[in-house]
Structure formats: structure tokens, C-alpha cells
């Protein structure tokens, strides 16, 4: 084993494969889950039938249908930047998990940078979504790929603001070191030091900034301008089929799952939680935070229309950068103070 | 049939009433010649007439609720022909205004010879004529003059006819019968108008 | 850069570079684009997100029902006219049916004007019933179709007990209502009119679509971002309804308090008492609201109907074979989308000399382009949306 363990292209094709599986599976089932909590909130039963029981093979059933169907490239299209759009999306959020921790020792590299990485690395999915907007040669895909491009920009802000407010009450940027922060006791009643996790020690409207902004990154209701289907037909995604349109759908819900995770190791403590040994019990525990995120993802998704694109830039511009800027002057004011 | 209730003695006051908003607004009008059978305030006006009747009533029934044709000809393709034995051939163009408080209606008509069917334009005065006007036009091959956009509404680019006029005839219907009119009744214009009497 | 004042009030609000000088883009939406009903065509010069002008094509669902209407007869052109704005089939034949009837100076009896009115005004409760759940789809939020649609359902299988038909029902006969089936002869008294069980299902359902009314007063007129995407967009000034003809729910909400139903006496309306809702700034949000409040009437009127309903026939005496007098006739009715007219011209035989139909989507549409030029694409669907058009009510 360890002659595997210690060969570092032996290693890096073990976690290579580990994310690939995590990433795809976690992805299905948020699918799953999307598909019948839509349903539920709609009065309707969704999946029933697939897999025998509770239409659990759904999206496994929905990912051999789409590749069943014919890959169409409209003639007019650039076919290398058409082609690379969708790996470029999925690539994307397959980077970010890189840096998640999922136990003290289960991540696979904990960078000292590791949430600049994050959100760097995150921001590319974007990319992806602007490549088919512009190679579609289709004007509702152009139009979608453009608007997010500008809804990036506008909500990238925010979103890092969020973030640094973290940074400096953890006092570092490594993701391992952001949950040991919040790990630590943040007061002691008694003798008992009570630890929190920075959502309750005054990172809420950080918290809160983050998860709007993380709806705009992932063009999720009411932030879904780039796909807006009474509008622009589906956006980016208009010309696209089988398998290519598949990586879309997936990288959707990879993003979820990984942005997700994201906030809940930012945020809400990531894999720890008081009493319990987080060697043991951390990836269940961050999947369990995880959920509670996915599950408000789903259910804004099924419950809110979508906003117009002035209203969401100024939305970004006057009230979540502002607001960003302030908490983030509070917090390290703090910081300093105590 | 029942006793009507257009003629019955206790309508008397609501008739009075109808025939005094009709002589009003035809005085207004400056039309002569007006009926208001059937509860429908029909006002007939001359072809120079047209825009200033409108003009005229637009304060007081600033509702534009509809404008079209009708061709009246003695030589049809298809339905019944007129009644009117000395009926000359023409275009009826109506249009219907109304108030929005206490419900009057009032529907102008003005007769336009076939061979010179132009009338001005009632977008000036109604903007809500446009489409309506547009219509008229395809369907009737009726001539707007000072129309914006003189187009066609509905029918596709390179049509050719004015299918409402009474000589163009229902193709399909011509190349086979519409299979209703085997039923108990029949249908205008068939020859058989004993068909339906059997009870 | 060319652009009238109403456009340049939008730039205010989002500033597009007016230095940067590119060329429009045209943008065909429909006649397939999911949006527009059907098949409606718009064709927009758009400057990024901002809309210069806009094309509406309309006919991709002509069929022609004026000429039809001239080799049809008249008992047959009843079943025509419910196809015309197929969201409210039954209220479509009342104008009609009532011309045909008062040319002939016949009367429906009143247990007939009672059910065409419980049923119009059901046929009224299911098209907006499907506007206030289907407007929110088009901003984007998916979950009020299904609540809405829900009760609809109820409504419609109320209309479907009595006339076999959900969305088509051609129960209306020129002096009555069609008798039940199985009946016999149309003159007698029939203790079969009505389905069993009708009026306390009736009850029934109209206190469901009272609760659903007040579900979507929470889900949808309080959210914070349909309020945004609605209130001060698309802004229909009186003047501007008016000159245009838009009528119903759509002219009411500009402040126009007038609804055909209090003027005139196609149905005996007047015997019953409702409360027309009238808005305030014309905009998406009044319309919207102005439907939300016309369910709520609709189901009042409809509890009073079953509470009054007289005995008697369903069919006045008319001739076995319907021939209408010479004479012509406009008769009007407030539909669920606004005012739809017959004007018919008889020339004494068994259809129509010539048949005018008015429809109120042909006008409330007819509207929109002076009222998108200089709004944002996606205001183009809100607004759209909001003016409640069937294609077959704007194309005939």
C-alpha cells in the first residue's frame, strides 16, 4: 500500500478518480433530489417508477437518455470552443473540490491559498458558459452567455468580500485552517469552551451575502438570467444535445454540491461538529451541512420568479458590494479590538 | 315564438331613450340617415364625413372597438345573396365606438363604390384602427389612404384575393363538400331548401 | 442614436454607453419561442438588452372564422365561435347566441340565463385562473402553475358535468341551453337539467378557488421580486386603452371603471351583486391583480346564481329550422379577456349574410408596439404575459 501511497502519479490518479466518482455521484443525487423536492413543493410525486422504488435511478436513467441522443454542432457554430464549453464548466467545479475538506486528513490538498484557489477556480465554470453562449452562433445563446459574463462580474464581488471576512476572523486561507478555526472555543461558559462556527460569531450577513451571491454564481432562481427559459428558450444551453448538453446539466449540479460544501466549511464548521470525532464522522457531518444548503437551493429554485438584469446588477452594486464593504470594515475592526 | 322583448309595451321608455342617444350622436355625427333596430345605434355618413364624424364623437365615445367590411354584391360565391333586389353593388365599411361609463355604442357606416374603394385613414384619430384598417385591407381589398403601414395582417406575403369579398370562393369547399351537409339541415346556398323541413 | 422620450426615461434607469455606437441586432422571437402563447412572431431591434422597436407579426393561426361563419348556419355557427378564445369556450357563444336570439325577438327563459351565467362566469374563473398561475411562469417562477391549475380543474369538470365539454362545451342553442342528455323533448321541465349534485359541488369548489385566491395573494403578490419585475412596467395610460380598444381586465387596470357586464343585459347580470375591481397605474401588476380580484367576484356571483335559480324550461319555442330575420345586430359581452362582439347581418336565411367577430385579444395586442418600444428583453415576456392573449382570439 504504501509503495501506492508514497508514488505521487500513483496518488494523484487515486484522488484524480476519487473526485471524479464523488463529484458525479454527489451530482446525480442532487439531481435526484431537485427532481422529487420539485416535485413535492408542486403537489406532484415526480420520479416514481425508475429503479422500482421511489424513481431512485432517475438521473441515471436521464444521463443513458441523453446519450443516446444524436450530438448536434449547428453548422454556423465554432466547433473547438463549442466542444470545449461543456468540459470547461464541469472542469471547473471539479477544481474546486480539490481544496474541500472532507476530514482533517481526507482532502486532497490543502493549499495554503486554498479558498483564493476555491474561488478562483470556481469562477471558471463561467467561462464555460460564455464559450457556448458565443460558439452557439444562436442570439438567445449569445445573449445568455453575455449576460453571465456580466452577472459574474457584478457577483464576484460579493462573493469574495464574504469570503475575506472569513479569511481574517480564521486569520488564514487554508481550508483545513478555516474549520480548525472554527473548531477552536469561541467563548467558555465555565470551563466549558463552546465553539461556534462563524455563521453565529458574526459572519451572518457575510453568510448571507455569500449564499445570494453563490445563487447568481450558479445562474440558480432567482438569479437564472443566462438560461431563462420564457425568454431566452434556454439560453446558453439552446443549441446544445445529448451528451454535451449532459455535461451542462451535470456541471450545474456539481456546482451545487460544490459551492455547497463551500459554505458549510466556511461558514457553518465544515466537517466539525462538537462531540463528535471528525476523523471518523467529518465527511458525513459536511454532507449533512451540505444538504441543508442544497435543500434552500432547491427550494428558492421552486418558489421565486426571476429577477431582471438591471435590477440584479444594481441589486449587486448598491446593496451587496456596500453591504460587503461594511461587514468586512465591522470584522476587521473586531478583529483588531479584541 | 315568444313575445320579443324589443316590443314589448314595458320597452317603450327604453326605445324612447335609445332613439334620443341615436338622434344625438347622429346630430353630432352630421349624419342624416340613422337606425337603432335590435338596440344598435347605426349611423350612416358620407365619405368626406368619415374622419370628421369620428373626430366629432371621439370625446364623447372614446372607446375604438372595431372596424371592418362588409361587401355587399349581388353575385356571390359563396352563403346567400342580399334580399334587395335593387341593391347596387359596394363596400359597407363600419366601424363601433363606445363610451366607457354609461355603455352607449354607436356604429358608423360609410358606403364606398367597388370601382373606387379608398377612404382616409382613422389612425390619426383612433390609433386602434391601425390593425383593424390592415385587416379591412386584405380581406377586402379596401384602399386606406395616409396609412402608416398599409401591410398585410394576416394573410401570408404573396396572397393573392381578398378572401372576404363574396366572390372569392371557399376553395376547399369547392373540391368537396363539407361533409355536415347530409345532417337535418342544409347549409346556405344549397339547392334543397326542403332538406331540413321534415320533423 | 435615435429614440423617443419614453425610451430615453428607460435609459435613466440602466445606462447603456450611448458612445459606443452598434449596430441593432434583430431579434425573431416566436412564432415557437415558448413565451408568446403560440404563434405569435415579434420582431425586435434590440440594442444589448434594450429593446428599440418591435414588430408584432400576427396570422400564423388565421382559420378564417368570418368567412366560415358565411356557409355555416346559424345553430352550427355556435360550435365555431367557442374555438375562437379556447381559455373560455362558454363565454365566446353567449354574445353570439344572444344576437342570433334577439334578432329573432326571442328571449332565453331564465333557468337557462341562470346556467349560461353560472357557467360563463366558470368559464371567466378558469381562463384567469390560468392567468395568474401561467404569469408567474413567464417571470420565471414555476411552482404556482400547478396550485392554480389545480382548482381550475375542479371548475372545469363543474363545466364538464353540465355540457360534456371542458374546453368546448357548445351547450348554448339560439333560445336556451342545450337539455341535458337523454332529457326528451326541450320544452318540458327537466328535473335532469343539471347534473346531480351540481350546486353543491359547485359550492364546494368556489370555496377552494377562494382559497386558492388568497394562496396566491401569499405566494405571488407579496414576493418582494414580482412586485419588482411588475409594478411601473408596461404602463397602458386610459388614453392610450382606450384609442386602441383594450378592453376588460386590461382597461380596468389603467382606472377605467367600466365593465360591459354592469351596462348591458346579454345575461341577467343585474340581479346579482359584484363589485368590479379597477386598478390604478395600468401596469403588469394592476392587470395582474385585477384578475386575482375577478376570480373572487366570479365565484360571488356564481354562489348568488345558485341561490336564485329559478325553475322552469331551458329552450324558449323556436322554429325547427332557425332562420333570422333581415336585420343586423351588435351585441357585446364583457369576456374573461375583454370585450368580444358579434356583429351579424342577416339577410333572412339560414347563416349569416356577414359575420363580424371582435375579439378582445386583437386589440389588447394591438397595443403592444407602441408599448415595447424601449424596454428591456426581459420585459418584452412580462409585459406580453400580462395582457392575457389567446392567438386564436387575436388570429380568428
Known amino acids: ?239 446544445y444535445s445529448g451528451l454535451r448538453f449532459t455535461m451542462f446539466f451535470l456541471a450545474e449540479y456539481a456546482g451545487i454540491f460544490v459551492m455547497s460544501a463551500l459554505v458549510s466549511t466556511l461558514f457553518l464548521g465544515g466537517y466539525f461538529l462538537p462531540g463528535l470525532p471528525s476523523n471518523v464522522f467529518g465527511p458525513v457531518i459536511l454532507m449533512g451541512k451540505t444538504s441543508v444548503i442544497i435543500f434552500l437551493i432547491i427550494w428558492f429554485r421552486w418558489t421565486w420568479p426571476r429577477v431582471r438584469e438591471d435590477q440584479l446588477q444594481g441589486f449587486a452594486w448598491r ?11 465591522v470584522t476587521a475592526t473586531l478583529k483588531v479590538v479584541f | 315564438m315568444t313575445e320579443s322583448p324589443f316590443d314589448a309595451a314595458q320597452e317603450a321608455p327604453a326605445r324612447e331613450a335609445l332613439a334620443d342617444a341615436a338622434a344625438r350622436f347622429a346630430d353630432l355625427a352630421g349624419s342624416s340617415d340613422f337606425t337603432f333596430e335590435h338596440g344598435t ?18 370625446t364623447e365615445l372614446p372607446f375604438f372597438s372595431w372596424l371592418a367590411g362588409v361587401d355587399w354584391a349581388r353575385d356571390v ?69 395616409g396609412h402608416p403601414n398599409l401591410v398585410k395582417l394576416y394573410l401570408p406575403d404573396g396572397f393573392e384575393g381578398h378572401p372576404l369579398r363574396k366572390s372569392f370562393p371557399l376553395l376547399s369547399r369547392e373540391v368537396k363538400p363539407w361533409p355536415g351537409t347530409v345532417d337535418v339541415e342544409d347549409m346556405p346556398s344549397t339547392e334543397n331548401p326542403e332538406a331540413g323541413d321534415r320533423s | ?65 368570418e368567412k366560415l361563419a358565411e356557409v355555416r348556419t346559424y345553430p352550427q355557427i355556435t360550435a365555431l365561435v367557442n374555438r375562437i378564445d379556447w381559455t373560455s369556450g362558454f363565454a365566446n357563444e353567449i354574445a353570439f347566441v344572444v344576437g342570433a336570439e334577439r334578432l329573432m325577438g326571442i328571449e332565453a327563459p331564465p333557468r337557462a340565463q341562470w346556467i349560461r351565467l353560472i357557467l ?11 392567468f395568474v398561475s401561467s404569469y408567474p411562469l413567464e417571470l420565471g417562477a414555476t411552482t404556482p402553475m400547478f396550485y392554480a391549475l389545480h382548482e381550475r380543474e375542479r371548475v372545469l369538470d363543474l363545466i364538464e358535468g353540465v355540457t360534456g365539454g371542458r374546453f368546448h362545451p357548445n351547450f348554448n342553442r339560439i333560445g336556451g341551453v342545450k337539455p341535458a342528455a337523454g332529457g326528451g323533448s326541450s320544452q318540458k321541465k327537466l328535473a335532469q337539467d343539471l347534473p346531480k349534485g351540481f350546486i353543491d359541488e359547485t359550492r364546494f369548489a368556489m370555496e377552494k378557488v377562494f382559497e386558492i385566491c388568497d394562496t396566491m395573494d401569499k405566494l405571488i403578490v407579496g414576493n418582494e421580486i414580482f412586485r419588482g419585475r411588475t409594478i411601473g412596467v408596461g404602463v397602458i395610460p386610459p388614453d392610450q386603452a382606450l384609442a386602441y ?64 335559480l329559478p325553475s322552469g324550461p331551458l329552450q324558449a319555442k323556436v322554429p325547427r329550422i332557425i332562420k333570422i330575420p333581415r336585420g343586423e345586430i351588435y351585441v357585446r359581452s364583457e369576456n374573461p379577456k375583454g370585450e368580444m362582439g358579434y356583429h351579424i347581418i342577416s339577410e333572412g336565411g339560414r347563416g349569416p349574410y356577414r359575420l363580424k367577430v371582435r375579439t378582445a385579444s386583437f386589440s389588447n395586442l394591438s397595443v403592444l408596439q407602441w408599448l415595447l418600444a424601449g424596454v428591456l428583453i426581459p420585459d418584452i415576456i412580462a409585459i406580453l404575459g400580462s395582457l392575457d392573449f389567446v392567438l386564436g382570439d387575436v388570429d380568428r
Open chain 1, 319 to 329: 446593496w451587496l458590494v456596500p453591504l460587503a464593504l461594511a461587514n468586512l470594515a
Open chain 1, 1 to 239: 500500500m504504501n509503495v501506492l501511497f508514497d508514488n505521487f502519479w500513483a496518488l494523484l490518479g487515486i484522488k484524480l478518480l476519487l473526485i471524479v466518482l464523488v463529484v458525479m455521484t454527489t451530482a446525480l443525487v442532487v439531481i435526484y433530489a431537485e427532481l422529487k423536492l420539485g416535485a413535492h413543493f408542486q403537489h406532484r410525486i415526480g420520479p416514481y417508477f425508475a429503479g422500482g422504488r421511489w424513481g431512485w435511478a432517475q438521473p441515471l436513467a436521464d444521463a443513458l437518455k441523453f446519450l443516446q441522443k444524436e450530438d448536434i454542432i449547428p453548422a454556423a457554430a465554432d466547433r473547438v470552443v463549442f466542444k470545449a464549453a461543456p468540459m470547461v464548466s464541469l472542469m471547473a467545479y471539479f477544481a474546486v473540490v480539490v481544496i474541500i475538506p472532507f476530514s482533517p486528513r481526507l482532502v486532497v490538498q490543502d493549499l495554503d491559498v486554498g479558498i483564493f484557489y476555491a474561488l478562483a477556480a470556481g469562477s471558471l465554470g463561467t467561462l464555460g458558459v460564455l464559450m457556448a453562449g458565443w460558439s452557439s452562433a444562436n442570439k438567445y445563446s449569445l445573449m445568455g452567455g453575455l449576460r453571465a459574463a456580466a452577472q459574474l462580474i457584478a457577483y464576484e464581488l460579493p462573493l469574495v468580500l464574504a469570503v475575506v471576512g472569513v479569511v481574517i476572523q480564521a486569520g488564514t486561507m487554508s481550508m483545513v485552517g478555516i474549520v480548525e478555526a472554527q473548531a477552536e472555543p469561541a467563548f467558555h461558559l465555565g470551563s466549558v469552551g463552546i465553539p461556534l462556527p462563524f455563521v453565529l460569531q458574526g459572519q451572518l450577513i457575510g453568510f448571507i451575502i455569500f449564499m445570494i451571491a453563490m445563487l447568481a454564481e450558479l445562474s440558480r432562481t432567482p438569479f437564472d438570467l443566462p438560461m431563462a427559459e420564457s425568454e431566452l428558450v434556454m439560453g446558453y444551453l439552446t443549441e
Open chain 3, 120 to 130: 360563463t362566469e366558470m368559464a371567466r374563473m378558469a381562463n384567469h385562473l390560468v
Open chain 3, 245 to 308: 380598444g383594450v378592453s376588460g381586465p386590461n382597461m380596468r387596470a389603467t382606472g377605467i371603471d367600466f365593465d360591459i357586464r354592469k351596462v348591458d343585459d346579454y345575461l341577467p347580470y343585474s340581479e346579482f351583486d359584484f363589485d368590479v375591481p379597477v386598478g390604478e397605474n395600468g401596469d403588469c401588476f394592476d392587470r395582474y391583480m385585477m384578475r386575482l380580484h375577478e376570480i373572487r367576484q366570479s365565484a360571488r356571483i356564481i354562489l348568488q346564481a345558485l341561490d336564485t
Open chain 2, 41 to 58: 345605434i347605426k349611423l350612416r355618413v358620407e365619405r368626406d364625413g368619415w374622419i370628421p364624424a369620428h373626430e366629432a364623437l371621439r
Open chain 3, 1 to 65: 442614436m435615435t429614440m423617443d422620450p419614453r425610451a430615453a426615461m428607460h435609459h435613466s434607469e440602466v445606462a447603456v454607453s450611448v458612445e459606443l455606437q452598434t449596430p441593432d441586432m434583430t431579434l425573431n422571437l416566436g412564432p415557437q419561442h415558448p413565451s408568446t402563447h403560440g404563434v405569435l412572431r415579434l420582431v425586435a431591434q434590440v440594442d444589448g438588452e434594450r429593446v428599440e422597436s418591435v414588430e408584432p407579426v400576427v396570422g400564423y393561426m388565421h382559420r378564417g372564422y
Open chain 2, 77 to 145: 360565391a359563396v352563403g346567400d345573396p342580399p334580399v334587395a333586389e335593387d341593391l347596387e353593388d359596394h363596400y359597407e365599411v363600419m366601424s363601433c365606438l363606445a363610451d366607457v361609463t354609461v355603455g352607449a355604442s354607436v356604429i358608423l357606416s360609410v358606403d364606398l363604390p367597388k370601382d373606387d374603394a379608398t377612404l382616409e385613414t382613422l389612425t390619426p384619430v383612433y390609433g386602434g384602427a391601425e390593425w383593424h384598417e390592415r385587416e379591412a385591407h386584405e380581406m377586402f381589398g379596401i384602399d386606406f389612404r
